[in-house]
């Protein structure tokens, strides 16, 4: 896979179809490759009487999920209005259901959300479409990723990614060392799902090698629902872009230490030659007293200097004077 920025919508929209459409606008804008949903079927996936998160009890999970999805030309509609705006669409499916429905639509890859690592169900069906899967990893230990790498490897490419299920997510338990780890043990593209407030982690991911990142976008942190309020605004989300492709093109363009021609100008301007830190007569030994370093650097380099002593100057020579093969006892 390569390198992509995913904007996680989630319910950022809060049910309205208006704002879906302005925010995949607006993430296009940004500078983002994919805009990332939600694909929540009520019936399908929770129980009317399942606990809401710690983060969010503005309302029943049953209630929030049906008042906020969308039917199925909508979800049609939100592919169109993505490939309007030149920017890929992606959902995350919480049951069979919601896959077939994104079956339907054609979507190009789906992520699988950390409470879903689990369903090794929804892992089959996501396998079987043989599109390209990111796989998020924020409620699971190695044994759980472990099986479902297993189902994945057998369905399209596979992106493991490391995620903290924390909302947001301190720095402490952020868990940059687990990528190593990951593309270690499953040789597999790596990415990084942040709820992190700001943009260290997605950056330090990214220079770690985290081929796909995942940040959260809204029009404003105080919006309602239960995303806004961990979510990137639209001027940070666009900076947040730029780094992100400064510090992928830097990675994709190792550099040769000892590859000087760069430099070839700025070493004679910079760097300093060997000159007479006084008037030396005609055949005297050259000391280290008698030596100075200054700029520009065409001369004889500093770093020979002690090639020059003992040695014998062979005329007259200034004070400040910058020394030259010729002049010197035996030099070459």
């Not at 904007?7 to 490759?33: P, T």
């Not at 949903?37 to 999970?61: C, N, S, V």
């Not at 007479?276 to 700029?295: M, N, P, S, Y």
């Amino acid at each position: 896979m390569r390198t992509m920025i995913i904007a996680e919508i989630g319910s950022v929209h809060d049910g309205s179809f208006g704002n879906a459409c302005k925010l995949i606008e607006l993430a296009a804008e940004c500078g983002a490759d994919i805009v990332k949903f939600q694909t929540h079927i009520p019936a399908a996936e929770t129980l009317r009487d399942a606990p809401m998160p710690p983060y969010f009890k503005g309302e029943p999970r049953f209630e929030y999920f049906e008042r906020t999805g969308f039917s199925r030309p909508q979800w049609r509609d939100l592919q169109r209005a993505c490939a309007a705006a030149g920017i890929g669409f992606l959902s995350s499916p919480f049951s069979l259901e919601a896959v077939d429905l994104l079956e339907e639509i054609g979507v190009d890859l789906y992520k699988v959300p950390s409470g879903e690592t689990s369903n090794l169900p929804l892992l089959e069906r996501l396998a079987e479409t043989g599109k390209p899967v990111l796989l998020s990893t924020g409620m699971s230990n190695w044994a759980e990723i472990d099986a479902a790498v297993a189902i994945l490897r057998g369905g399209g490419p596979l992106c493991v990614m490391q995620c903290t299920s924390a909302y947001p997510c301190p720095p402490e338990r952020v868990g940059l060392n687990v990528l190593a780890e990951m593309r270690a043990r499953y040789g597999v593209p790596v990415g990084f799902s942040d709820h992190t407030l700001g943009p260290a982690a997605a950056l330090a991911a990214a220079a770690l090698g985290a081929g796909v990142i995942e940040k959260h976008l809204t029009f404003s942190r105080k919006m309602y629902g239960s995303d806004a309020a961990n979510s990137m605004e639209p001027a940070e989300f666009a900076a947040l872009c730029r780094d992100l492709r400064a510090v992928w093109t830097m990675l994709d363009n190792p550099v040769e230490k000892d590859d000087l021609a760069p430099y070839r100008d700025m070493k004679r301007i910079f760097e300093k030659s060997v000159v007479t830190a006084r008037a030396l007569a005609a055949g005297t030994t050259i000391r280290r007293e008698d030596l100075a370093f200054k700029k520009p650097g065409d001369g004889i380099p500093a770093a020979r200097y002690r090639d020059l002593l003992g040695r014998r100057v062979l005329r007259d020579l200034p004070a400040d004077h910058k020394l030259a093969a010729a002049e010197i006892e035996g030099w070459n």
